[in-house]
């Protein structure tokens, strides 16, 4: 009687092994196929940080004169482009992406509700909130469009090393901006994530947004 | 002098276009990025195309539409975009080249009137030789 329950319970460990064995290679399997994040994700769009560094606080105030600080990037997914409204190229080719991802992403299963995209003008000089409600509902209504002065911008793009210049010139409305002409990705927890690099397409942002969100939410790795 | 205008007029038209009946260069998919309200710097995007076996410069561009119209390229510098404005653009023989966002791209400065979408408007390229296109760019959101 003790010898058959022996057999038994050897036969159960054999399962329990075989089952563990056979898990450890299908773990094996996927780890070597995902054996890091950026294995998931293209390079040439966007650089996901191994690193997530925490933003600290900011104050800048948004295109409804309302606060845009750090407890404004809590729980939410953002993404932030700093640029300025004169800017014939650049700005309005990166807005019209970022709301053609938002439009993907609204339609998509899991929906833009935890999504901000942020505009960030670098030439409060010139945009005030008025002139930046107007440019920003242009693209999307849904689009935020953020300035302040020029040690509180300076202060969210210090943390983000994000460049620009402002080339004021004396006695001229007509100046040119130098910005980078990256995206910044802001996760729910307010820390700097991810970076898209131009060429932007919103397909393959909003492709890979889709998987860093899905890996954010299964907390890997 | 009206004799000699034709004359002019003719050897223009004959510079054009080549043996074959094409055009030196030729433009297609030539639109305008529509600008967002208050906003009176816009961009134009082409794609150019030489069809002869040596180079053609691109020099000037032009617009009755615009206060002015420069040629720019965007670079990025230092990790920056900033705009260049370039003096003048060679097509390599028998090769295309796009202005397209990003890049190349015609910086249009106060339109004379607002611009919508499915509105063209008339930018007339202006080549080294004398060789002036005048191209229909569409407006575009």
């Known amino acids: 009687m003790a010898a058959r329950r022996d057999l038994k319970f050897r036969r159960t460990i054999t399962t329990v092994t075989v089952a563990a064995i056979l898990a450890g290679i299908w773990l094996t399997g996927i780890y070597l196929e995902h054996d890091s994040r950026a294995a998931l994700l293209p390079s040439q769009v966007i650089t996901v940080f191994s690193e997530l560094r925490p933003l600290t606080a900011f104050t800048l105030t948004d295109h409804k004169n309302l606060a845009f600080d750090l407890a404004s990037l809590n729980g939410k997914w953002s993404f932030l482009f700093f640029g300025y409204t004169h800017c014939p190229d650049v700005c309005p080719t990166t807005l019209a992406v970022l709301a053609s991802v938002r439009a993907s992403l609204a339609g998509s299963a899991v929906g833009a509700e935890d999504i901000q995209f942020v505009f960030v003008s670098v030439d409060p000089n010139r945009d005030t909130a008025g002139k930046l409600r107007q440019y920003v509902n242009y693209f999307d209504p849904a689009l935020l469009g953020v300035t302040g002065d020029n040690a509180q911008i300076a202060n969210l793009a210090g943390q983000l090393s994000a460049v620009y210049q402002v080339m004021i010139t004396p006695g001229t409305d007509n100046y040119p901006v130098y910005h980078t002409p990256a995206v910044f990705l802001i996760d729910p927890q307010s820390r700097y994530h991810a970076l898209f690099t131009p060429p932007l397409d919103a397909e393959a942002i909003s492709r890979s947004f889709k998987i860093v969100r899905e890996l954010q939410a299964r907390n890997w790795p | ?141």
Do not use: C
């Not at chain 2, 195309?49 to 561009?61: E, F, G, I, K």
């Not at chain 2, 670079?75 to 966002?101: C, N, R, W, Y």
């Not at chain 2, 249009?108 to 007339?124: D, F, Q």
């Open chain 2, 1 to 141: 002098m009206k004799y000699r205008h034709s004359l002019g007029l003719i050897l223009a038209l004959i510079l054009v276009h080549s043996a074959s009946g094409e055009p030196s260069v030729s433009v297609s998919d030539a639109w305008i990025r529509e600008a967002p309200p208050g906003v009176s710097a816009m961009a134009g995007y082409m794609e150019l195309r030489n069809n002869t076996s040596r180079p053609q410069v691109l020099v000037a561009a032009g617009s009755s539409g615009f206060e002015s119209v420069m040629i720019h390229r965007t670079i990025v510098k230092d990790g920056m975009a900033a705009m260049m404005h370039m003096s003048q653009v060679e097509l390599k023989p028998k090769a295309s080249l796009t202005f397209a966002p990003g890049g190349y791209h015609l910086m249009l400065m106060g339109p004379k009137r607002a611009l919508r979408a499915s509105e063209p408007v008339i930018v007339n390229l202006e080549f080294e030789g004398g060789l002036v296109l005048p191209i229909t760019f569409e407006i575009r959101k």
